[in-house]
């Protein structure tokens, strides 16, 4: 049983592409992230959801949409890809009630950029 | 603003060697959560622990340890007679006392592992 699933697992693509990644969770959770994490490995939040609300947005040019068609879903929209959006995609999801629970993350999307 | 130190970026040692990851952290808030996580050679982000600002009692599961020292804003893990499988790149991240979405992890720049034969 996957907890959180993302697909594809790998992409790669050309510049100027449109492409999107979706997660799924199957845990019942009511918030997702979207995290990612560079060539040095750095993790850094991009968004996050709350029941379908976009509530986190952190500082993510808007080539990139969240969408979330319902609580168990995010999918990551990405416009016109450029070299620099080239990284490993993380979803997660955690519950909504308890204070700061653990985020529970995905296997990853590794984008390339060519 | 939130921030995580790992200052060791790598670490080599022998199998059944103990090691010991250090992390620090910042924050404003007095309430906050703490957390490890291990990413093997596979890629995936595995959940090691969680622990909140009020509880500075020492943990042990197996072989994993954390000490939790409040005064140094430190929260360091150790892995006793560490094996192969423990080489991983491992992060140490913080989160704000929020519910729900607000909760984003503030997480280091990881530690490399590598534990050989």
């Known amino acids: 049983d996957t907890a959180v699933s993302q697909t594809p697992k790998y992409l790669v693509t050309q510049m100027g592409n449109d492409k999107s990644i979706k997660c799924e969770q199957n845990?019942?959770?009511?918030?997702m992230y979207w995290y990612k994490q560079d060539s040095k490995k750095f993790l850094k939040i991009m968004f996050s959801?709350?029941?379908?609300?976009?509530?986190i947005n952190e500082t993510v040019p808007n080539r990139f949409s969240p969408k979330s068609p319902d609580k168990a879903h995010l999918n990551l929209h990405i416009n016109s890809l450029e070299l620099g959006d080239s990284a490993v995609y993380f979803c997660?999801?955690?519950?909504?009630?308890?204070?700061?629970?653990?985020?529970?993350f995905g296997p990853g999307t590794r984008l390339t950029v060519l | 603003a939130q921030k995580v130190t790992q200052a060791q970026t790598e670490i080599s040692v022998v199998e059944k060697e103990d090691v010991t990851l250090d992390c620090v952290y910042e924050?404003?808030?007095?309430?906050?959560?703490l957390f490890w996580y291990k990413q093997p050679p596979s890629g995936e982000l595995v959940f090691l622990i969680r622990?909140?600002?009020?509880?500075?009692q020492n943990e042990i599961s197996g072989r994993y340890s954390w000490n939790f020292q409040k005064s140094t804003s430190s929260f360091n893990f150790t892995i006793t007679a560490s094996q192969v499988v423990d080489s991983a790149v491992y992060f140490c991240?913080?989160?704000?006392?929020?519910?729900?979405?607000?909760?984003?992890?503030?997480f280091g720049k990881g530690i490399t592992l590598s534990v050989r034969p």
């Open positions: 997660a999801s955690s519950p909504l009630a308890v204070v700061s629970d653990t985020q529970y």
């Open positions: 845990l019942g959770h009511d918030t």
């Open positions: 959801y709350n029941n379908k609300e976009l509530i």
């Open positions: 924050t404003r808030d007095t309430t906050y959560y």
């Open positions: 622990r909140n600002s009020f509880d500075e």
């Open positions: 991240a913080l989160s704000e006392a929020t519910t729900g979405a607000n909760s984003k992890l503030t």
